[in-house]
């Protein structure tokens, strides 16, 4: 009788296991090796522009996720953590213990890998790739760069060897790109050194973009604010600029500049009066970025420390290994949510869509798409680690 | 009697020309180059050219694929217009332009569990069959119900399409047929009595 019921015991203690998915070291209801340690940590992003407004809607959603039943019990030592018990609906597979995630103001992919590697952000966004060995990036989007001149320029086509031209100051006339009378001066414009932005245009033209031609933009003219390489994918700073000086933009009709396609598509504040040119005879646009054929393409990527966050040697599954508890435990946790494919997500708390489905939206709304099937690794992304 | 005439005329102009909107010059409207759109059999794109008008001046263009109108209740660009269909061209001066788009037959190529179809087509399990689709055209934002245009369109293959010959060609050509040939039955009856 006694093995019989150690056999049911058995028996029930696998099914409630199974349903939470993996087996409780850490006692109380939250299934280990998850990240899901009953603590409702706080986890903070830095980094990219390009990404800031995506990973936005990302952390919103997954903070969103319908995860574990709380205590509400205002007297609680446990207030907002798991109950002990949980139904057996309950949804493990998206921030089972209500964790939060939230990003910093943007300061550039460079500058948020570099406080994801200090320390002072757990995680980071990054529309460049790097090459910090102790980093891993998960390639969750595909984006374009957008060449683009103020409307009061007609816009056509040019070349990535002319815009190489252009940026070591080896073409300066733009007679030498549309043909039309010589006179106009060409004014490219440089960029915030630690953008991602900068990093992916500089190596599709090979040359430094922030060059001895490059022009600056000055927001007050003779106010105390220094001219400056403005910030990525913000064409107000350049309408907005005065002119200052010979590094300082002049003629806004001489201008070119380059630009996040997903953020020029999506943000008609920050795109002002930019208009895009074809590169290499072809137009930006999803097909033309997400094939390739579009000579300017790039991959967005959530940026996480390798021991938090990491793929299993051989590719294919989109399960994340790494830390199981703290905010490690919940960058791990965040990294494969955001990776998931479709069939892997639970619901948003919200609106009873699949969060897939709800992300999906997010790329629309940001201009951004998914990647193509055959460049995936992990679930929806492509890992890399430098 | 004549000068009543002309002030009626006037007045009934006057009346028709108040009851038009003000903006209607402006309407936008959107066509396409072939509709229903034509495909051979096992082709999955056919280029189609989208002419558009009325949109607002030098505002960036939006041309997406979707299964909806924009008028629908619901209407989610991210849920009801394909990821990889979407074209955003510069605006024009006078706000009419025309792109090519690449319409697809069968299920979204951005992974959408819906797709266009011809009426005869079988859509794979989880996708959603549609056999009239829309080209919509927008500006200022993808999200800019208000300026949309949607143009519906069908599929059809045109490899199994029988063109339909005239009736006025048909009738002649069969009656002569008949006079032929009762002609040459009567003559050969003749020529043998």
């Known amino acids: ?386 | 009697m004549r000068v009543r005439s002309l002030v009626a005329v006037l007045g009934v102009g006057m009346i028709l020309a108040l009851a038009t909107p003000l903006g209607a010059g402006a309407q936008a409207t959107a066509s396409l180059s072939q509709n229903p759109v034509p495909f051979a059999p096992g082709q999955t794109i056919q280029p189609v050219t989208v002419n558009w008008s009325g949109q607002t001046p030098n505002s960036l263009i939006y041309v997406d694929i979707c299964k909806k109108q924009s008028t629908a209740p619901g209407f989610e660009p991210g849920q009801d217009c394909g990821p990889l269909s979407s074209l955003t061209p510069n605006g024009t001066p006078t706000g009419a332009g025309s792109i090519s788009v690449d319409i697809f037959r069968g299920p979204d190529p951005g992974e959408q569990p819906w797709g266009c179809f011809a009426p005869g087509d079988q859509a794979p399990a989880g996708i959603e069959k549609f056999t009239t689709c829309y080209v919509r055209v927008t500006n200022g934002s993808l999200f800019n119900n208000s300026a949309a245009s949607d143009v519906p369109f069908t599929i059809v293959e045109s490899g199994g399409v029988i063109p339909e010959a005239p009736v006025a060609i048909l009738l002649p050509t069969l009656g002569a047929v008949v006079a032929l040939g009762g002609f040459f039955f009567l003559r050969r009856r003749a020529a043998l009595a």
């Open chain 1, 1 to 386: 009788m006694k093995f019989k019921t150690l056999i049911a015991g058995a028996v029930a203690a696998a099914t409630l296991v199974g349903a939470a998915g993996v087996a409780g070291a850490d006692g109380g209801p939250a299934p280990s090796g998850t990240g899901w340690d009953g603590v409702n940590d706080l986890v903070v992003g830095a980094g990219s522009d390009t990404t800031y407004r995506f990973m936005q809607e990302a952390e919103l959603l997954y903070n969103q996720s319908q995860g574990c039943e709380t205590d509400n019990s205002s007297s609680s030592p446990n207030l907002g953590k798991c109950k002990p018990i949980q139904p057996t609906t309950v949804q493990v597979n998206g921030n089972f213990d209500h964790d939060r995630m939230t990003g910093k103001y943007p300061t550039g992919s460079g500058a948020g890998r570099a406080e994801l590697t200090a320390g002072t952000a757990d995680y980071a966004r990054s529309s460049s790739l790097g090459s910090e060995t102790t980093l891993t990036y998960f390639a969750f989007a595909k984006d374009g760069i957008a060449i683009v001149t103020n409307n009061g320029r007609t816009p056509g086509n040019i070349t990535l060897t002319q815009l190489t031209g252009i940026y070591n100051c080896s073409i300066t006339d733009w007679s030498a790109i549309t043909g039309e009378a010589p006179g106009n001066t060409i004014e490219p414009i440089g960029m915030n050194p630690s953008s991602g932005t900068y990093a992916t245009f500089k190596s599709k033209i090979g040359t430094e973009p922030n060059s001895a031609c490059a022009k600056k933009v000055d927001l007050d003219g003779p106010g105390p604010a220094a001219a400056f390489f403005p910030q990525e994918n913000d064409w107000k700073q350049v309408e907005n600029s005065v002119n200052s000086g010979p590094d300082v933009v002049a003629n806004i009709n001489n201008t070119v500049w380059w630009f996040s396609y997903g953020e020029f598509r999506a943000w008609s504040y920050k795109r002002r009066n930019a208009v895009a040119w074809t590169v290499n005879g072809v137009s930006p646009g999803s097909a033309t970025i997400s094939n390739d054929t579009y000579p300017i393409s790039r991959l967005l990527y959530h940026v996480a420390k390798r021991a938090d966050a990491d793929v299993a040697a051989v590719p294919g599954t989109e399960n994340v290994i790494g830390a199981t508890s703290g905010k490690a435990g919940a960058v791990r946790e965040f990294t494969e949510w955001l990776c998931k494919a479709q069939g892997s997500h639970g619901l948003n708390d919200f609106t009873g869509n699949s969060q897939y489905i709800e992300l999906g939206n997010r790329y629309t709304l940001t201009g951004f798409i998914r990647l193509p099937v055959a460049q995936r690794t992990n679930g929806i992304c492509a890992v890399t680690k430098p």
